[in-house]
């Protein structure tokens, strides 16, 4: 396969065909995200994709899921998408779902036909960015988007018939604003009501925004009994109809699986008890990103 700078893709892909159809991130100015760092976003010209699926029909014969690399594949134009996955039908024949990452921007440059077509042509699950419901924290970290933009398109998503799969980053509105961080984050999430939500616990990297602000005092990493707070907060304003709040991320200290509304008593509970020093935490040495 052919592999340009840096891929990432969701933990739940972890089995999937990586399949890199664009190179970045159309946005690249979140001040905590270091993965496309200096890197211009482009889309891959398509004998390049074709390929890489013809690589797949041979090597990748076990692997039921594609997942769409990277940052930004919904912006690449409807018709060059359709014939991606057109050819992933045909030649991948055995593949059950294709997955992607989507954001605000390129949510709303899709009609909610088109997202519907994409749908229909293999698109099953896109995973999108939220970190915070908290407006303040959204303008702090730039993401380029309001909880208004986030509501909209997030319900788009699932109307065109998407699974959706949010995530959230604990940490990220520092500790002034770790409440109001939480609260909101739990109202935004039961507004769109997703399928999935993944709380990740910030980490700082090297040569972002976030981390020189960091370093000049400007900004505080909570400890970890402030994150389990901000996370008990975050799922006691969470309600979602029926979808699985995780935290089990390697970035977070205690892991949580969540189906809701059924297990939220017992996950508030086990984090009261990991509060009262009852149950133990990841040693930071097992944390990463
Ligand atoms: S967080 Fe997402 S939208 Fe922001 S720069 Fe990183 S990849 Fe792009």
Redesign the pocket.
Known sequence: MHYEGNIIRPPSEANSILLQVTV???????T?????QGERFRIKPDSVVMADIAFAARYCRRQRRVFLC???VLIVPQKRLLNILARIKIELPWVTRVGA?A?VKSLKMKTLDELRELNAHGIGIVYL?M?TGDDVTLKNIN??TTTAGLIQMGRKAMEAGFKLSITVLLGIAGRERSHIHAKETGRVLSEIDPDYVGALSLMLIPGTPLYADHEAGKFPLLRPDELLQELKIMIANTNLSKGLFHANHASNYLPIKARMPRDKEATLTLIDEALAGRVSLKPEWLRAL
């Open positions: 970045g991130c159309s946005r690249n100015k979140c905590f995200c270091g993965t496309y990277d940052g930004d990452y954001n960015g970190e993401k380029g």
